[in-house]
């Protein structure tokens, strides 16, 4: 295999990690708001959390896609494709996140909490300095390992035009009749992304504050 086709597939591979890291910090903030819904004694927001949660995580990724991708033009919202794929991986990522900081968030000790508020502190404050750095560093692992999730699922969004790092091997593959080469070298290139994740992920863990490891 050539330099140049290598070539073309790190360029797609930039759409790749573009569009996952975007929709990873999207779902994120998502998943926070839908984790304090789940974690409310209102159920009126425990209600939808959890309507969220199972629809986003009981359909196919493939099936989320393609219906926003064909939903957004009949309500009138006209949107380029990339911005229906980030749509489509943030909901579906947010709601694996949800889940994951809500057991974060539930595992706080309450002993921690009621100490904090004996001397004075706001709700604001627990929630800044006590509550969400332990919930982070609990669950921080398994936000690397969704992460790492969406990266290799972002495949997916070949499916609504967007020229990605699979989408692009596929064509080349179509091209040169040099498959095996072909995805072997994406493979490869997927392979070292998200070595990439997990091993700044490791790095980030180790500096979060929080509960001792």
Do not use: H
């Not at 159920?43 to 959390?49: D, E, G, K, Q």
């Not at 692992?141 to 969004?157: C, R």
């Not at 080349?172 to 994406?186: D, K």
């Amino acid at each position: 295999m050539s330099v140049k086709l290598f070539e073309l597939l790190l360029q797609a591979s930039i759409y790749t990690v573009t569009i996952s890291v975007v929709s990873i910090l999207i779902g994120f903030v998502i998943a926070m708001f839908v984790s304090g819904m789940l974690l409310s004694r209102q159920r009126l927001f425990v209600l939808p959390a959890q309507i969220f949660i199972s629809f986003f995580r009981g359909v196919p990724l493939l099936v989320q896609l393609l219906l926003i991708y064909n939903l957004l033009p009949v309500i009138g919202i006209n949107v380029p494709s990339i911005v229906a794929a980030i749509i489509g991986l943030s909901l579906s990522t947010a709601a694996y996140q949800a889940e994951n900081l809500r057991g974060g968030f539930a595992s706080v000790p309450s002993g921690l909490v009621e100490c904090a508020e004996m001397v004075g502190l706001t709700p604001g404050q627990i929630f800044r300095r006590i509550k969400a750095p332990i919930a982070l560093r609990l669950t921080f692992p398994a936000l690397v390992n969704e992460a790492i999730l969406i990266l290799k699922a972002s495949s997916l969004v070949s499916v609504v035009g967007i020229v990605e790092l699979t989408r692009m091997a596929q064509d080349l593959a179509g091209s040169t009749f040099l498959p095996l080469q072909i995805f072997a070298s994406a493979g490869l290139i997927y392979l070292v992304i998200n070595w990439a994740v997990a091993l700044a992920g490791g790095l980030i863990e180790r500096s979060l504050p929080g509960v001792p490891r």
